[in-house]
Structure formats: structure tokens, C-alpha cells
């Protein structure tokens, strides 16, 4: 097998259709009068809402947009509300500063300085809000993690993953880039660099040390059983690159995962008590 660009191509008006055959029929077999999720203005959640309106039309999609003010940025709301616009869904804004602080001066142990679990409080307040709506609309939510990221862990557990659906998360980065191209999602936001916006100036490719077009042929090749050695000569990078990003693949596997318990009866839930999907 071949480690270029090629091998992540796919017919993306086929997949266009089949992610959006997928979210209208869950909808529908649960009885939802929609579906609600974040909008940041950045690529993933700007295409999981453009397919969602394409799916069910934009009368049936709401995204919140909630900014808050160590990391506001007037371009991403801006970009947010061009796609609600091209698309015909409605947004609403939800300033989460005061909800933030709230829990700052509550959390006797808060050290503002401390980014990350400071970041992750953003992007749980962000689903508390989302699933407010959903729950008191009758909507589904609609979450816009990718494969790459959701492989690699670079999300916040009961946070940005969270959601009842999530129909780009088998499509890596970069081809959730091109099925919004294809869609039309506008080109600047189609390939604006991603952001978590948990704190200032926190750019992903940065934080995972690599440029998405080599992470998605390294994770490609990994998830089909290709030795390590071989996908770092095939790609010209050194060896540690790929062993790092096998590492992290592996070491969040629980992030991916229902929380575990012990075996203690029959059967158990998230281990050998999957049912067969009946809706």
C-alpha cells in the first residue's frame, strides 16, 4: 500500500449523500424536531452544520455560537454566521463569560493559569449549553469531531465530543476539508487553520506537533496494521514521529470509551451488552 494523498480520496458526493441520509434518518426514527449544535466558525462544526441543513433543511438545524472573552474573536463569529447564511440554518449567540467566571471563583482549587483544565471547563459550559437546547427543543445534537482528532485524543472528554451523533468523525481532517469544498462550505473557512479556542493563540497542528497532511497518512496507515518503520520510509519523516503519534493513538483509547466497571454480572454495559441497533 501506497502512502500519498490518493488514498484519501473518496467520491464526496457519494459520502456527501450517505452522512446525509445518516442524519436524517436518526432523526427521524427518534421523533427530534431538529438537531442543535456549536457552531465555532472553524471547518468541522461550519460543515457538520451545512450537511445537517442539507440533510433536513435549515428550519430543523440550530447552531450556537458562544464565545467568551479571554478567547473572542470577532473573525470566527463572523465566519459562523456566513455559513448559517449560505446554508439557511438559524444561530444564536450565547456570551458564556459569566458562566465561566461562576465557576472559576466556585472551584476553591481553580489556578487560572492552568490552562488545560481551565480550557476543558470552556468546552464542557459549551455542551451544557447545547444539550440545554436540545433538551428543551426536542432536538438532537450534532457534534462535529473528526477522525484525526478523535484518534488522537485531542479533545475534552464530556466536552467538544460530546454529542448523540457525530457524522464526520470516520473522515479525517483533511477530507472533511474537501466535503466542505464540495459542499460548499466558503474556502476560508474550509481551510482556516483549526482552534480549539480554549485559551489564547492555541492553534491544533501546533499543539500535536505535526501538519495535518502527514498526520492523516500516518493514522491511515496505522489503522490498517502498516508497521511503523514502514510508514516513516514511505513518508521520508523520521521514525519518532510516527511511533509519537502511534503512542498517542493508544494511550487515549480511554477517551474513547465508556467509563469501565468490573465484571460482576451476566453482562455488562460497554463491554459484551451491545445490543444490535434497532431505530
Known sequence: MKLTKEVLELDWESTAEKIKLFIKDYVEKVGANGVVMGISG??????????????????????????????????????????????????????????????????????????????????RTRMICIYYYANLQNRIVVGSSDKSETMMGYFTKWGDVAADISPLMDLYKTQVRKLALHIGVPKEIAMKPSSPRLWPNQYAEEELGIKYEVLDLILYGLERFMEVDEIARQLKIDREIVEKVRRRWINNEHKRRMPLTVKLGYRTVGADSRLPITL
Open 42 to 123: 472553524g471547518v468541522d462544526s461550519s460543515t457538520a452544520a451545512a450537511i445537517s441543513a442539507l440533510a433536513l433543511g435549515g428550519n430543523k438545524v440550530l447552531g450556537l455560537i458562544m464565545p467568551e472573552k479571554e478567547t473572542y474573536n470577532e473573525e470566527d463569529i463572523e465566519h459562523a454566521k456566513l455559513v448559517a447564511k449560505t446554508f439557511g440554518f438559524e444561530t444564536e449567540i450565547i456570551d458564556i463569560t459569566n458562566i465561566l467566571n461562576a465557576f472559576y471563583s466556585s472551584i476553591p482549587a481553580f489556578k487560572p493559569k492552568h490552562n488545560l483544565s481551565k480550557g476543558n471547563i470552556k468546552a
